[in-house]
């Protein structure tokens, strides 16, 4: 089991930035990739961002472009979720999920999803 608990939501205005995090623990705790995902209203599930286990390799959604960075702790306790220059088309509920092996992009690839935490960016 991988227990995830996530953290950092809130509203902030167009261009601004937010950290999110997210701490896993549980069995097999540091042993997974870790991805990031969110829905907006009306919308499905996205793939935001992930990380491997190791820490050494990022995959990104295409509509990141450079503003959303994803980086996890030297002791592989939480992962973040860096976000810059947003905008109210990133409002969305972001969750945390653990890799549970196939394409990282790909959201059939997790499991033991967090809770999520709020995001929302006013104009």
């Known amino acids: 089991q991988v227990l995830l608990v996530e953290s950092g939501g809130g509203l902030v205005q167009a261009g601004g930035s937010l950290r999110l995090s997210c701490v896993a623990s549980?069995?097999?705790?540091?042993?997974?990739?870790m991805g990031w995902f969110r829905q907006a209203p009306g919308k499905e599930r996205e793939f935001v961002g992930a990380?491997?286990?190791?820490?050494?390799?990022?995959y990104y959604a295409d509509y990141v472009k450079g503003r959303f960075t994803v980086s996890r702790d030297s002791a592989k306790k939480t992962v973040y979720l860096d976000m810059n220059s947003l905008t109210p088309e990133d409002t969305a509920v972001y969750y945390c999920?653990?890799?549970?092996?196939?394409?990282?992009?790909?959201?059939?690839?997790?499991?033991?999803w967090g809770q999520g935490t709020q995001v929302t960016v006013s104009s």
């Open positions: 999920a653990a890799h549970i092996g196939g394409i990282y992009y790909d959201i059939s690839s997790y499991g033991a």
């Open positions: 549980g069995r097999a705790l540091g042993s997974h990739g």
């Open positions: 990380i491997t286990a190791s820490g050494e390799s990022l």
